[in-house]
Nanobody, 121 residues
Framework: QVQLVESGGGLVQPGGSLRLSCAASGSIFSVNAMGWYRQAPGKQRELVAVIPTGGRTDYRDSVKGRFTISRDNAKNTVYLQMNSLKPEDTAVYYC???????????????WGQGTQVTVSS
């Protein structure tokens, strides 16, 4: 069994900052890409940022320069530092990890339970 547990969401005023964390635990052989998605009410889930095991990070245009994704491979943890938050950033944020549970198993996607981020005055 693999679990992704997120933390760090909450209510913040426009212009404020939040830091999300997501730790993967359980039967993990290797972790490939990790990322953050979000889903606002009435909208489809969208990619916010992704960080591969090696290589460049990628962000959706609307968060470039404000959000920073990072990871700690020793802890199987991914972070999302969110600065200069705007009301349109309000959504449930989901952690995603592509990983292999065993050396012989194919890589598959796992999701966290989601954490609410609300940007409002």
């Amino acid at each position: 069994q693999v679990q992704l547990v997120e933390s760090g969401g909450g209510l913040v005023q426009p212009g404020g900052s939040l830091r999300l964390s997501c730790a993967a635990s359980g039967s993990i052989f290797s972790v490939n890409a990790m990322g953050w998605y979000r889903q606002a009410p009435g909208k489809q889930r969208e990619l916010v940022a992704v960080i591969p095991t090696g290589g460049r990070t990628d962000y959706r245009d609307s968060v470039k320069g404000r959000f920073t994704i990072s990871r700690d491979n020793a802890k199987n943890t991914v972070y999302l530092q969110m600065n200069s938050l705007k009301p349109e950033d309000t959504a449930v944020y989901y952690c995603n990890a592509e990983l292999r549970s065993f050396w012989s198993s194919p890589a598959r996607d796992y999701w966290g339970q989601g954490t609410q981020v609300t940007v409002s005055s």
